[in-house]
T-cell receptor
């Protein structure tokens, strides 16, 4: 069985400050890891993914994530948060085939 | 490209009623799936399809049926609605299976069962 944990229900950050959203995973074998973002009343949008290779993955809207195998983590980061980054963020790990297992989500609130 | 479209956006049902949530995509994607989103639980896979005529169960399939007669359409049927099926439902598609492919999500259907 595989699982994803997002330990923080909500992250508050001031605009311009660094943003980190935490994710840890449990999976047999090599993990394929994803971050998706959901803006209010919208579907999920793909941000970035880790398949193999460089542990630092760069994605859309200035986001990046670092894969850490020893800590089984895949934290999402942005050096300077914007108010428009306020949204719900989901970490996911892939099962066999294309069946994703999602974490519970972390709400990010960026205050001006 | 319209991408992935879902109808209706909102629906209220009484316990025991049936209905079909519609999902269509115009990207010629082979893989389509249905998820439900509940607070604090992320998205959970209900059913998925790897191509026309092929469907399979996901993590929470009970109370739902699907069929895939065309590449474009993947409707989700609630046979006899229950309050536990109150949720937001998302349809998604991708060009194929595997981690090489990102999934494209529709805008969702908010369903309330009273």
């Amino acid at each position: 069985a595989q699982s994803v944990a997002q330990p923080e229900d909500q992250v508050n950050v001031a605009e311009g400050n660094p943003l980190t959203v935490k994710c840890t995973y449990s999976v047999s074998g090599n993990p394929y890891l994803f971050w998706y973002v959901q803006y209010p009343n919208r579907g999920l949008q793909f941000l970035l993914k880790y398949i193999t290779g460089d542990n630092l993955v760069k994605g859309s809207y200035g986001f990046e994530a670092e894969f850490n195998k020893s800590q089984t983590s895949f934290h999402l980061k942005k050096p300077s948060a914007l108010v428009s980054d306020s949204a719900l963020y989901f970490c996911a790990v892939e099962a066999a085939g294309n069946k994703l297992t999602f974490g519970g989500g972390t709400r990010v609130l960026v205050k001006p | 490209n319209a991408g992935v479209t879902q109808t209706p956006k909102f629906q209220v049902l009484k316990t025991g009623q049936s209905m079909t949530l519609q999902c269509a995509q115009d990207m010629n994607h082979e893989y389509m799936s249905w998820y439900r989103q509940d607070p604090g639980m992320g998205l959970r896979l209900i059913h998925y399809s790897v191509g026309a005529g092929i469907t399979d169960q996901g993590e929470v399939p009970n109370g739902y049926n699907v069929s895939r007669s065309t590449t474009e359409d993947f409707p989700l049927r609630l046979l006899s609605a229950a309050p536990s099926q109150t949720s937001v439902y998302f349809c998604a598609s991708s060009p194929g299976q595997g981690a090489s492919y990102e999934q494209y999500f529709g805008p969702g259907t908010r369903l309330t069962v009273t």
